[in-house]
């Protein structure tokens, strides 16, 4: 079971490496119910990439019942689409990436997210509606989700090894809004300052920080999916 884990802890490093997620769990902490909202918003997210690795281990167990070959060789299949889609993504989001954010130029304005902003008035039950959506719309959720999914489901694991790999997945994925809910839950008001320059840090490098990501993540799916080789 842990050397499963293990594979696919780069997965939900992805996953927990996401600026935006991230973002919105400070904005929400830096608010009225602050605490309450992030730790909402974290639950959300946890539920909505459990149910994907869910799915995925699901549908590979039942092909593995099938034909164990089959169903490797369809893994490494969609393992390289994965690492297609991450590589093109990188390469959109460098064509894309707006001006001053090349190399995070020093006394460039970092950039505004409108939506981010409407995030302040959000109740506790809206904080867990907005963790759930972008858990299952942020582009590269699902094919890091699934992808853990489905190599657990071709690791073999029944009952409850596989309920405690998929969940222990899930609850790392969650960490990149979990630390700094923690981190504020121990050190009080006192670090809200740090809190705001962490905010507008991670504004400003966004799309580098999203770029160099899935940069790892197609060369991660890259290496896995050549086992169609072997």
Known sequence: MWTSIGDTLPLAMGLALSPFAIVTGIVLLLGSKGRLKTAMFGLGWFAAILTIVAIAFWVVGAAEEVSEEYASGGVDVVQLAFAAL?????????????????????????????????????????????????????????PLALGAGARLGEAGLHGGEAVIAMVLFALISALGVLVPLIVALIGGPSLDDRLRSLRTWLEANMSAITIVVLLVLGGYFLGQGLGILD
């Open 86 to 142: 991450f590589l093109v993504l990188a390469g959109l989001s460098w064509v894309k990436r707006p001006k001053g954010q090349d190399g995070a130029s020093e006394g460039a304005e970092p950039a505004k997210s409108k939506l981010l902003d409407r995030l302040d008035g959000l109740s506790v039950l809206g904080a867990l509606g907005v963790g759930l959506a972008q858990g299952f719309i942020v582009i590269k959720n699902i």
